[in-house]
């Protein structure tokens, strides 16, 4: 197995929600390939796997969340094309495709190479090894689909970079397509309760995090280039409660209350 840093080594987290949920909560998100791909991880991780109900949930709550975009976009823009930075081990292709549109997944070359061996590429889904930071993802989307309508989705990802990174990249993106972007994010104020609650439950507390939101349309003014804010969103008020354990919806309903984490869709 490729070494992986603090940072991508956080790829089997989602992955280990989303086993989760479809083995006991398969109303908020059910996932076949993950299942398929249970026995293949590392074998210390599903044995050692110390976290609670909510951070799981957490987790399979973001792919939940990132599969209703794009199952909006898709039924808008059928010849739509999507593209995952940060991608990991997600296995939304496998979820969401309506059997037409291309997928480009996007991360670094030793967590595409791991990809590669777990998620062998499908189809229409084309794995792009490189900085999601830098041009060429997007230049060789726009050279193999020019004038596609584009999905940008980043999954866990702006967390961990400073936000004039992320501004940069959100440029970046308009600069060279029409482009709808969806990602979730923090508030100011849910940046500690994550570190605590989420990052240190589930064994990453030594990953270090900056980027925060508390107004959509405050970022899309500081991007600029026409950005749009089009939706921002408390993180669970689309996610089933039912069945769940009492301290899971509490702090779900924390969370939503106090304006801890949310999803946010930004057009260019």
């Known amino acids: 197995m490729p070494h992986l840093g603090v940072v991508e080594d956080t790829l089997f987290v989602p992955m280990l929600g989303r086993i989760y949920a479809s083995e006991r909560c398969p ?17 210390d991780l599903t044995e050692q796997n110390k976290q609670n109900q909510y951070t799981l949930l957490a987790s399979a709550s973001r792919s939940a969340n990132m599969d209703r975009f794009v199952r909006s976009f898709l039924e808008r823009r059928p010849d739509g094309v999507i593209v995952q930075l940060g991608c990991g081990l997600e296995t939304a292709y496998y979820r969401c495709d309506n059997g037409r549109t291309r997928w480009y997944a996007v991360d670094l070359p030793h967590v595409i190479q791991y990809r590669r061996r777990l998620l062998p590429e499908p189809e229409r889904e084309f794995y792009i090894s490189g900085d999601a930071f830098g041009k060429d993802w997007i230049k060789k989307v726009c050279n193999d689909v020019p004038d596609a309508p584009v999905l940008v989705t980043a999954g866990g990802l702006f967390h961990y970079f400073e936000e004039s990174k992320v501004i940069a990249l959100l440029r970046m993106i308009g600069q060279f397509a029409k482009a709808e972007i969806v990602f979730d994010t923090v508030y100011k104020r849910g940046m500690t309760m994550m570190k605590k609650k989420y990052m240190e439950q589930v064994g990453h507390s030594d990953a270090q995090m900056f980027f925060y939101v508390d107004s959509a349309k405050e970022l899309a003014a500081k991007i600029g280039w026409n950005v749009e804010a089009v939706s921002e969103e408390p993180y669970y008020r689309y996610i089933p409660k039912k069945g769940l354990k009492l301290s899971t919806k509490v702090s779900m309903a924390v969370s939503d209350q106090f304006k801890m984490v949310k999803m946010i869709c930004l057009k260019t």
């Open 27 to 43: 109303q908020i998100l059910y996932d076949k390939k993950a299942l398929e791909l249970k026995n293949n991880l590392p074998s």
